[in-house]
């Protein structure tokens, strides 16, 4: 099978699909990005925009125009594919940023498999959770930010979105042409410490091996939407009460979803407004490699995940496979994968006081940690788990793939509408 794979980052959302299928030789697996990088048994291309977005042009559409000069390189890079004799069984592509805007007019006879992670709303999601209802101008901010996505939906033969949460807020009628189906988790290496508690929490410049209790947070971003200040004023509250708590953070200092501050970034924000607190044992770590990651979640007495109601990290399933005991933002995405008190303790994003309340609840418990762990672990291996979404995964594509040549087109969605509606039930 000749698949093209279409994303800004490599390998972004394919992490386990593209590798899985370049690694068999009677495929040619061709990955266009912006990102250079390797994938073994794949052929990169990279893609950019010949010029950056207009300041000219009105700012609510400015971003359907960074989408379209994006859709525009990837185009021209089709272009020179079929130049020089790829032409693909099956286009699969991340939704959002813009690349996959015009891939139907590059390929027109390849099926489209579109990647959809989020449609935006002024109303009842992330946007105004933190802050209340919006100034009706951010409103129809938001809501243009939707016009490159509903050309993808218009343009896709089919989509897949990894959550329920997140494929009830794309729009209704497009949502039967939507497999929920989640990458995966690898069950197998996020997976408890073989020889059982008590990894030593053992970072580059950090050793906490001899340290009785471990609260761990980890963020792409320190943000408000992944609830970085109110953990930071729990964590406050924390170790002003437990002598002998060490919290450590990794993640870098950047914004990725939330709007930026106005001055300096969130993380020098909530520093200043705890100056004067005894922050000597909050350990900030960085960006973390897969395996520096792995460790921290395995030598975690708590671990902390907080969210507004938006996209759901990889890191929250990750650390539940791992079996950590996990204290959650009790939001929409959050209560779809775990319900308070048997796979996590739930608290206000809001609160502080709450957060903190519910970490101590599960330090002060080693059985109830031990039950959270387990459970948690189970409820990852029964819905989540690489080993049975991969395969999945890749039926999806091969029956799309092969819909082109037997114009079974109908038969195999509703197969594929079929096998939705048993995991949406599961």
């Not at 800004?8 to 394919?14: E, I």
């Not at 794949?42 to 977005?53: C, L």
Request: glycine share 8%; proline share 7%.
């Amino acid at each position: 099978m000749r698949v093209l794979f279409v994303h800004r980052s490599l390998p972004g959302h394919y992490r386990h699909v593209a590798p899985a299928l370049a690694a068999d030789p009677a495929n040619r697996v061709v990955f266009a990005t912006h990102e250079p990088g390797v994938l073994p048994g794949a052929e990169i291309r990279t893609f950019s925009p010949h010029r950056t977005v207009s300041a000219q042009i009105h700012p609510y559409v400015q971003p359907y125009e960074d989408a379209v000069l994006y859709g525009q390189a990837v185009y021209r890079l089709c272009r020179r594919l079929r130049a020089d004799g790829f032409v693909p069984d099956l286009v699969c592509s991340h939704a959002g940023f813009g690349p996959g805007l015009y891939l139907k007019e590059a390929f027109p006879d390849a099926p489209l498999l579109t990647y959809f992670e989020w449609f935006y709303r002024a109303r009842g999601a992330d946007a105004d959770f933190l802050d209340g209802p919006l100034h009706p101008d951010d409103a129809c901010r938001i809501q243009s930010r939707n016009a490159g996505i509903l050309q993808e939906l218009a343009a896709s033969d089919w989509g897949i979105c990894p959550t329920a949460f997140q494929r009830d807020q794309f729009p209704a009628g497009f949502r039967d042409k939507m497999t929920l189906l989640h990458d995966g988790i690898d069950t197998e290496r996020y997976a408890p410490e073989p020889t059982g508690p008590g990894t030593p929490m053992v970072l580059p410049g950090l050793d906490l091996s001899a340290a009785p209790e471990i609260v761990t947070y980890a963020t792409r971003g320190m943000e408000p939407y992944r609830g970085f200040p109110q953990f930071m004023r729990a964590a406050a509250l924390l170790l002003e009460r437990r002598p002998n708590l060490r919290i450590v953070v990794g993640g870098t200092d950047q914004v990725v979803y939330s709007r930026r501050p106005a001055g300096g970034s969130y993380r020098e924000a909530a520093l200043r407004e705890l100056a004067g607190r005894d922050l000597s044992r909050l350990h900030f770590v960085g960006a973390l490699d897969e395996p520096h990651w792995l460790r921290l979640l395995r030598a975690s007495t708590v671990h902390v995940y907080l969210t507004v109601p938006f996209v759901l990290s990889w890191s929250l399933l990750e650390a539940m496979a791992t079996g950590c005991a996990v204290v959650a933002s009790d939001t929409t995405p959050v209560r779809e994968v775990a319900e308070d008190g048997r796979e996590a303790l739930l608290a206000d994003f809001h609160s502080p006081e709450a957060i903190a309340g519910r970490v101590e609840e599960a330090l002060d418990d080693a059985a109830l940690r031990a039950s959270l762990g387990a459970a948690a672990r189970q409820r990852v291996l029964d819905h989540y788990a690489l080993a049975d979404l991969l395969p999945r995964h890749l039926r999806l594509m091969q029956n799309l793939a092969a819909s082109a040549d037997t114009g079974q087109a109908d038969e195999i969605y509703n197969e594929n509408r079929a096998d939705q509606e048993v995991k949406a039930s599961a």
